[in-house]
């Protein structure tokens, strides 16, 4: 009787131990969804972890299905939410969940370093960095005199149609582009700009690489696109240098897409979340994906410390261009075919 009372009791204790253990591995974990890239986004986790003893969980994105798998999976998860952060490689997508109700106010620790534009109204997103649409131009068929200047140049006379390639701007970053031109010039003006290329024939292709491969090869001697396309080129050792639009005194600046974190509505573990807002945020981290090429700018930065300027738009005024300009796209493009 005695040896079965201290077999329960050993049981018992053992029982209470596990049940510890697992709690409190629970408490040292958060769950991170994320868009970047994942060669990126591990060194920024490891970081992570060092600093906090908090272990991330992560659930990257698919080439295939990019930010949209995952914005849809939050959306299916939000009776029982599994998400603590979406960490994302843009922000349209993170201001749909915003709108659709999905994410949860949060102001991290640095949040007034950050530009006002890089910032929710409502405190459920924070952006930081950016990545830049820029010219990339073939220095076989053009001379440093030729380059483009200004996003006019694939609307204007100084360059033949068939000399010019940019992505259908009904998808991906060309069309958040067209939605901050939109944005920046007003309907009128945006749509005749765009109205313009259609008409001067500019190629127009089906995505960002398919436009920086045409630029490489000599197919054409500008491609409209992004940096990490432009400068996977540089880096292939193709003829090619890349060009940041209207970056004169009175130009409107390049867009930049930045990176967005936001916390998910009813995410299981609050407090690991805010930690790896704080985190993920701040000026350190921001810094250390500039050094290592994910982003181009700090957002902290002024134009003269970066080199590169920007539009300075508020992002959530792009977002609210989006579906008309889209719309517009659509019918000038498909009607030029």
Not at 13 to 26: E, V
Not at 79 to 91: A, I, L
Not at 149 to 173: C, H, R, V, W
């Amino acid at each position: 009787m005695k040896q079965m009372k201290k077999w329960l009791l050993l049981n018992i204790g053992m029982i209470l131990m596990l049940g510890m253990a697992g709690c409190g591995k629970k408490q040292d974990e958060v769950v991170v969804y994320t868009a970047v890239d994942q060669v990126y986004a591990d060194e920024i986790f490891e970081m992570f972890e060092e600093e906090t003893g908090i272990t991330v969980k992560a659930v990257y994105d698919t080439e295939s299905n990019k930010t949209t798998g995952l914005t849809n999976r939050i959306i299916a998860e939000a009776e029982k939410p599994v998400c603590d952060v979406f960490w994302n490689n843009e922000f349209i997508q993170t201001i749909d969940l915003e709108k659709k109700g999905m994410l949860q106010a949060y102001v991290p620790a640095e949040a007034d370093t950050i530009p006002e534009y890089y910032k929710a109204a409502d405190g459920t997103w924070t952006a930081m960095g950016g990545r830049a649409r820029v010219f990339l131009v073939n220095t076989d068929l053009l001379t440093e005199q030729e380059y483009p200047d200004s996003i006019y140049d694939f609307a204007n006379d100084k360059y033949e149609g068939s000399q010019l390639a940019i992505a259908y701007p009904m998808f991906g970053t060309t069309r958040t582009m067209a939605a901050a031109i939109y944005a920046q010039l007003g309907e009128a003006q945006a749509r005749e700009y765009f109205q313009s290329i259609a008409d001067k024939g500019v190629q127009v292709v089906d995505g960002n690489s398919v436009t920086k491969d045409m630029a490489a090869t000599g197919q054409v001697a500008i491609g409209f696109t992004d940096t990490d396309d432009a400068k996977e080129a540089i880096e292939d050792g193709a003829p090619v240098v890349m060009v940041f639009p209207d970056q004169d005194e009175e130009g409107m600046g390049t867009l930049m897409t930045p990176s967005t974190a936001a916390i998910i509505k009813g995410a299981p573990d609050q407090k690991n979340a805010e930690a790896f807002m704080d985190f993920v945020l701040s000026e350190k981290v921001e810094r250390k994906l500039v050094d290592m090429g994910f982003f181009d700018v700090s957002c902290r930065d002024a134009v003269s410390d970066s080199g590169i300027k920007g539009m300075n738009l508020n992002l959530e005024d792009i977002y609210e261009y989006l579906d008309i300009a889209s719309k517009d796209m659509e019918t000038i493009f498909s009607r030029a075919q």
